[in-house]
């Protein structure tokens, strides 16, 4: 009972975070509530036994993968603030401020996959699962991948809307989600 407590606690938090992006179907914000809410759901499924055995190979897995994720979001921010040049006078009104970019961001993190917070959030979906692998994570991270596979897409959408030619070619030569492969 307290875990679907803190589940829909959680979901409650989302819910309000994403009110925006929620009254948009299609928007790249709407498509990563979904991952949010899978997320959740993984971190709720597993959070008793995160640390129990820390050098098992999954739980080791999953403290990697979790390593990664702040790793991934902390250059993907510090670049976009940097560099994307936000501003809140941009009319997109499902965004949050960082991501009213004006400047199309091709360095840092962004040379190498164009997607460093939705890579982040894959990061973190499946470091949640591998701290007690079980079916039902497996299809909790199943939603997640799904969910920011269509974000990425409707992202992607976004951007040759805003950025037109400049993004497309800067599809061309960078990966989605993973440097080199994906």
């Excluded at 949010?36 to 995160?50: F, K, R, S």
């Excluded at 809140?88 to 199309?104: H, I, M, V």
């Excluded at 007690?132 to 994570?137: H, N």
Aim: charged share 15%.
């Amino acid at each position: 009972m307290n875990d679907l407590l803190l589940f829909l606690a959680g979901s409650a938090i989302v819910v309000w975070w994403s009110r925006k992006p929620l009254r948009q179907p299609g928007s790249h914000g709407f498509w990563r509530f979904f991952a949010w809410e899978a997320i959740l759901g993984l971190i709720v499924l597993n959070h008793h036994v995160w640390g129990d055995d820390p050098y098992s190979p999954h739980q080791f897995t999953s403290w990697l993968l979790m390593l990664l994720s702040i790793a991934l979001v902390i250059a993907g921010a510090r670049t976009l603030k940097r560099e994307g040049a936000p501003d809140a006078q941009r009319n997109e009104d499902s965004f949050y401020e960082f991501e009213k970019t004006t400047q199309l961001v091709t360095h840092g993190i962004f040379a190498y996959i164009r997607h460093p917070m939705y890579s982040s959030l894959l990061a973190l979906a499946w470091g949640a699962f591998f701290q007690d692998p079980s079916l039902a994570g497996a299809a909790l991270g199943g939603i997640a991948t799904l969910s920011l596979w269509l974000t990425a897409h409707a992202d992607e959408r976004e951007c040759l809307a805003y950025f037109g030619a400049q993004y497309a070619e800067y599809m061309q030569r960078t990966r989605r989600f993973v440097p080199y492969l994906l």
